[in-house]
């Protein structure tokens, strides 16, 4: 397939839209998606949409809730991508894993990988690279001998139980720097 199978959204229109609105219009697109994938599988079960997703991930198939998850921060930040590449990549999962053997398969392998180039007519990328700073706010700093670290609040918390983390570079242990430590 040469272009995509999903018409790519007006970005304007989509910049256009209120909170309310872009929700709506990821459930339809989710839903677009959906009736592309039944046309291969007819007997595809109708996945459940959320807009709960935290942290750094756009998108995720959960089997156990039937249904997709996303992240709705990222979703605010990123439309266009949103629209064009994480919800085509999240029926991927959704509709792999409902082939036979499906559940046996691997999240990205090869089935999946045919299902993004062949159904869907894009390329088949794993990872996204959105900003995630609003996403995923990591508000407490830690400080080595070579750069500044930014921990989340789970993060943070081990390290204040007990648990020691080194940086990657220089392999000193990460120090807690406290409100008036850090310059502003």
């Known amino acids: 397939m040469d272009r995509p199978a999903l018409p790519d ?3 304007d229109w989509l910049d256009s839209l209120d909170e309310a609105a ?3 219009a990821l459930h339809e697109r989710v839903e677009a998606a959906f009736q592309l994938c039944r046309e291969m599988h007819a007997h595809l079960p109708r996945p459940r949409v959320w ?3 935290r942290g750094q991930c756009a998108g995720q198939a959960h089997f156990g809730r039937a249904g997709l998850r996303f992240n709705p921060v990222l979703l ?8 064009v590449d994480v919800v085509p990549h999240e029926m991927a999962h959704w509709l792999v894993h409902h082939l036979e ?5 691997r999240p990205h392998g090869h089935e999946w990988r045919t299902v993004m ?6 390329p088949a990328r794993v990872t996204h690279r959105f900003d995630t700073r609003h996403a995923s706010p990591a508000p407490y ?12 609040a789970r993060r943070h918390a081990l390290a204040r139980g ?4 080194r940086c990657r570079e220089c392999a000193q242990t990460l120090v807690y720097q406290s409100l008036e430590l850090v310059s502003i």
Not at 101 to 105: K, L, V
Not at 117 to 122: A, D, H, P, S, T
Request: net charge positive; with cysteine; aromatic share 14%.
């Open 117 to 122: 180039r062949q159904l869907f007519g894009l």
């Open 76 to 83: 605010r930040e990123n439309r266009q991508a949103f629209f």
């Open 9 to 11: 959204p007006c970005a």
């Open 162 to 165: 007990g648990r020691v983390y």
């Open 101 to 105: 053997q499906g559940d046996r398969m």
């Open 141 to 152: 700093r830690y400080r080595c001998a070579c750069r500044e670290h930014a921990f989340t």
């Open 22 to 24: 872009l929700h709506r």
């Open 51 to 53: 807009l709960d997703l």
